[in-house]
């Protein structure tokens, strides 16, 4: 490729942050997946290329369960977070007029507290002497403390779908924004109902956005340690505790290495299905 | 409008209400007992105190762990929003082989799950034999700040008005020279956003430090250790109120500028901008 004196001057300028990229995220990646072919002796690491640790991440019967419960409660999670969010999303979209702004910075603001205090704080609220239990017997709802409601894979749900419904809601209302609102009304004037001009017109328009809202959740939330770690228990574990375990405790960073890979590969997997039948989807009335 | 688009906002509208009340819970309930008097975070409140802030004061390793944090934040929030505002200038002013590439790399920290990064990044440094410490920290933060960083500055590069770069040059000033008199000025409100920003998201970061830190620890990884002695958490969420404070004070600031920014340039004030668009 012909460089002229424009893109010259653009990569140099993009060089750094791309120096800094290369060196700190492309490399150490490059590195685990090497890693992942490789055992642990002891104290040292054995280099002769193996598929020993894939063997065992994709047959043990823990790593099966665990890798099928953090799928499960991450796509539920997802579905949940996005259910929950679009309404709020459509509500600021379409019907807040003034104060837009307000809404979404208040939307936002919940995020950027601290995530293990407001991860912690359910905990807090869900306990066994916890917020809730104290409030609803004191108000004598109940008789004794609720104990369904920690460490169990329910509170996990609940814990992700409150910390993450922020990323579902902003993208999900940029999509309706950018909805011409005179194609909503041209479907009312060939006689289209409210139920079906939002099915045929706004809900495939806001397609990309729902898309986007999905994987956005659906990706770090496999990733989740600490909320699998402080609510869910025994029964609410997840892959990524048992990476965070492979490299620390148990001192075994290829096999940690292998499960890390074995998720994102999975979670990849999905995610590009889930892109390629939302597009389709979305792509019905075009 | 039919009926039901008639009966439709206000349920609409009670809903939206229901899920702020929902995504506030947690937060409200952290000034709440902050306060309270009971060593137990439970209901009912039992009377007011200000003795969990006192007790903070008197903790020793609170404070190096705030030192450290603020040392973290500062250096991330400096080098992620001067390699953010490289990446963003070159990205809205620029047409350059294998953008898409390149900025697709940049941006990934921002779909690529913590703990990833995290792992990614201990194993190369245990192999290098490089001691973990706060720069360790640094090192990682600064990567997940980029794409926050570039999200709020290419909006401030883009909407830079090329012509009057040309004029500078016609009127015989450097590249460096209007850089600085004219560009710089322009974006300078963005810039200070986008510090902002970064700071309070390594400030927040739990993840990453928890792999990378050393001896040295932040502050989350400081309340983390705390977490497992339930005689602490009062003082916890005390602490946890000082964050939140401090966190939508930082927003509001950064919020302010952006907005400044916006009607420097002259554009829609109301558009919502850094990430959001």
């Known amino acids: 490729m012909r460089l002229d004196a424009e893109g010259r001057r ?47 991440a994709w047959t043990q019967p823990i790593y099966q369960t665990l890798m099928a419960r953090s799928l499960i409660i991450s796509v539920v999670v997802t579905v949940v977070t996005v259910l929950l969010a679009f309404p709020v999303a459509y509500y600021i ?22 995530y293990l205090l407001r991860v912690f704080l359910w905990k807090v609220i869900l306990g066994y002497n916890g917020v809730l239990n104290s409030a609803l017997m004191g108000m004598g709802f109940i008789d004794e403390p609720l104990t369904f409601l920690l460490y169990n894979a329910n509170a996990v749900v609940l814990t992700l779908a409150h910390a993450w419904a922020p990323f579902a809601i902003l993208p999900i209302f940029v999509a309706l924004e950018k909805i011409d609102r005179s194609l909503l009304e041209a479907a009312e004037d060939l006689g289209d109902g409210p139920w079906r001009r939002f099915r045929r017109v706004t809900l495939p328009l806001a397609m990309p956005g729902v898309i986007a809202a999905t994987l956005i959740v659906l990706i770090p939330t496999v990733g989740d340690f600490i909320t699998p770690r402080l609510v869910g228990g025994t029964d609410g574990l997840m892959i990524a505790n048992m990476i965070q375990i492979q490299v620390g405790r148990a001192n075994n960073a290829p096999l940690g290495a292998a499960l890390a890979i074995s998720s994102m590969v999975v979670v990849g997997t999905l995610s590009v299905l889930i892109f ?11 | 409008m039919s009926r039901i688009s008639r009966i439709l906002p206000n349920w609409l509208g009670i809903y939206a209400v229901a899920f702020m009340l929902f995504l506030y819970a947690p937060v409200v309930l952290l000034p709440l007992f902050a306060f309270n008097s009971s060593t137990i975070i439970a209901f009912p409140l039992t009377g007011y105190t200000t003795e969990w802030f006192t007790v903070l004061w008197e903790t020793e390793a609170l404070h190096s762990a705030v030192r450290n944090s603020l040392f973290v934040g500062i250096t991330t929030a400096v080098l992620s929003t001067l390699l953010g505002a490289c990446a963003a200038r070159a ?23 913590e703990i ?76 200070i956003s986008s510090l902002l920003i970064t700071f309070t998201i390594s400030l927040d970061e739990f993840i990453i430090a928890f792999f990378l830190t050393g001896t040295d620890v932040t502050l989350p990884v400081y309340i983390w250790s705390q977490l497992r002695f339930p005689a602490k958490l009062p003082s916890i969420m005390a602490l946890g109120t000082i964050m939140l404070a401090l966190s939508v004070l930082l927003l509001i600031t950064a919020e302010w500028f952006r907005r400044r920014a916006a009607r420097r340039q002259g554009l829609d004030v109301q558009a919502p901008g850094g990430f959001v668009g």
Request: glycine residues 8%; proline residues 6%; contains cysteine.
């Open chain 2, 91 to 113: 990205m809205a002013r620029y047409r350059f082989p294998v953008k898409r590439g390149i900025v697709g790399l940049v941006m990934l920290p921002l779909v690529l799950p």
């Open chain 1, 276 to 286: 390629l039948v939302g597009r389709r989807f979305g792509g019905r009335t075009r």
């Open chain 1, 10 to 56: 653009g990569l140099t300028l993009i060089s750094p942050t791309l120096i800094y990229a290369l060196v700190m995220l492309a490399a150490p990646l490059a590195m685990v997946v090497t890693f992942s072919f490789w055992t642990q002796n002891y104290l040292d690491i054995d280099t002769t290329f193996t598929l020993d640790n894939y063997h065992e």
């Open chain 2, 116 to 191: 990833i990064v995290g792992v990614a990044l201990l194993v190369v440094l245990v192999q290098l034999g490089v001691p973990l410490s706060l720069w360790t920290v640094i090192g990682g933060h600064v990567l997940i700040c980029i794409p926050f960083a570039i999200a709020i500055l290419n909006s401030a590069f883009a909407s830079l008005d090329q012509s009057l770069e040309e004029a500078s040059f016609d009127l015989g000033e450097s590249r460096w020279g209007t850089f600085r008199r004219i560009i710089l000025p322009l974006v300078m409100p963005g810039v």
């Open chain 1, 93 to 114: 979209s379409f019907r807040v007029t003034r104060r837009k702004t307000l809404w979404l910075f208040l939307v936002t603001i919940p995020f950027w507290t601290s």
